[in-house]
């Protein structure tokens, strides 16, 4: 009789929230789907999980990093972002932040100096570092700031820092090479979770393609997790053109097998 009573309850709440859902035009979730919300996702996959420390590779003015530090309450994260007026605002946004490191500096694929272009407006974030081996990237009347390129690894080096929680990276088309200097680092699965920015349709020349990514990160024991932020080429044209995946690394699943073993 109870199990009667409790079953037409919940069919009323069903009905009830699919009226909701037709009215509204909406979709009502008890747990967001996965690819919504990467901190939910971590703590719904990995509950035993703590993320200590985030690199945020193209800060810009600070955006994601307030999103790290409202979600990951335990985290130091150390934001890079190397355009000069970009960067003065990243500082002022964080200044009162102990928990946000602003490091003004592009990581890349090797130690010196580089030409970062500079297009659109600051928050957008759409400035980008020229690959060297591209001469022909060289145009007349393209607006240039030189700034300081530093690998991955020589960073982490250099700060002694061992291990990182998770790596975004948000490089307008150069995550391969923050990767490329990330090597010894990846190599020795000393990165938990990678996040890049992935070009998904054959038009779209600004981003990797997702498939050297996957193969680059995949070679180093690194698996898909999930997929987030899809963007479309436009109304007109509505083929995915970019996305976000996130990739684990083979020892957080190995170690999450032991946890749920």
């Known amino acids: 009789m109870q199990n009667n009573t409790i079953k037409r309850r919940v069919s009323r709440k069903r009905k009830f929230i ?28 990995f509950p035993w999980y703590s993320i200590d420390v985030v690199f945020d590779v193209g800060s810009n003015v600070g955006q994601s990093a307030k999103y790290f530090l409202n979600c990951f309450s335990n985290a130091k994260i150390y934001c890079f972002e190397p355009v000069r007026d ?12 102990n928990r946000i490191q602003p490091i003004q500096i592009a990581l ?47 960073l ?15 490089a307008e088309g150069g995550d391969l090479e923050v990767l490329e200097g990330g090597k010894s680092m990846l190599n020795a699965q000393r990165i938990d979770f990678v996040e890049v920015e992935a070009g998904m349709y054959v038009k779209n020349k600004d981003h990797v393609p997702f498939e050297i990514l996957k193969d680059f990160l995949e070679s180093r024991g690194y698996l898909l997790y999930g997929i987030y932020e899809q963007w479309y080429e436009s109304k007109r044209e509505p083929i995915l053109r970019r996305t976000n995946p996130v990739y684990v690394s083979s020892h957080i699943i190995e170690m999450n097998t032991r946890q749920s073993g």
Do not use: H, W
Not at 19 to 34: C, G, H
Not at 87 to 97: M, P, R, S, W
Not at 156 to 170: A, E, G, H, T
């Open 156 to 170: 982490c080096k250099d700060r002694k820092i061992s291990q990182i929680s998770y790596l975004k990276i948000d």
């Open 86 to 97: 970009t960067f003065v605002q990243l500082q002022k946004n964080t200044e009162k932040i």
């Open 18 to 45: 699919e009226l909701i859902e037709r009215v509204a035009n909406i979709r009502i979730y008890r747990n967001l789907p996965r690819g919504i919300d990467i901190s939910q996702d971590i703590s719904m996959s």
């Open 108 to 154: 890349g694929s090797y130690n010196g100096k580089g030409d970062m272009v500079i297009r659109g407006q600051i928050t957008r974030g759409l400035s980008f570092l020229l690959d060297r081996s591209k001469d022909s990237q060289r145009r007349e009347g393209i607006q240039t700031e030189v700034v300081n390129v530093m690998t991955l690894d020589q």
